[in-house]
């Protein structure tokens, strides 16, 4: 009867490493305050199938480490002493880039067990992660960075977004009805609740801005209609694409109840 063997020590003790086995098969447990060592025995024969079976298993602890605990110390570390309120938030936006890139760390972490457990029947959990995934601190350091700046840039637009509707609820509404008609091609129809081509001095104003700013034709539709602030605004999507949700997602974020969409086909 041949044996692998696991150890950990100090704050890894939650990797509840002696839940780990293969089919049942005896194991032995050896534990004090600081120390955690497990002794899978396996039979002659089964034991690269076992240490397979063990890599699988190890995986997924080390990922819930490297998710839970070292992305989110890396998070704190490199944040508190500005964004202290924020850690969680920011923490949560790095967790949702972690996630995008999940299936790939995990693979390179399962391989990495995998080639160790290959040559060796022991291996301490610890030493593992210090020197065999030494180069995952500083990719969890690049996910908190994308994960900031991410947050801040939300961030920034929701205050936008709020300030918008601020000047919205301050605003007299000049207009009943204004219709919306994005076309195939990506422009924008405004219309009377006539169906007439909208036409108003302050849209005037507006387009001899957009001339002098270099403004895009989305920021002037924005402005528009924070200027005349209808009372009801419609929109009819001809195009029904990414481009032309984005548009009518922020529309209705400023507006709210105001906005009416129908997507046409």
Known sequence: MEYISLGVIGDYKD??????????L?????KNDDFIQVDIMVEDGKKDICKKAVAHQLTDMIMGTIKNKLLRKVVEQSYKDIYLDEI???YNYCL???SEKEEIIKKIVFDRIQDYLSANDYMNINGFLRFRLRDFIDYMIEISDKGLEKYLIDKDYKEFIQLLRYFVQIQDEKEEVLKIYIEEHGN??????YDRPFKSIYVDDIMQLALRENMNYEDFLISTLITICPREILIYDKLNNNFSREITELIQAIFDEKVKINYEH
């Open 15 to 24: 990797f509840n490493i002696e839940n780990i086995n293969y089919y049942g």
């Open 96 to 98: 949702q880039i972690f």
């Open 26 to 30: 005896e194991k032995r447990v050896f």
């Open 188 to 193: 924008f129809k405004l219309c009377d609740k």
């Open 88 to 90: 969680n938030n920011i």
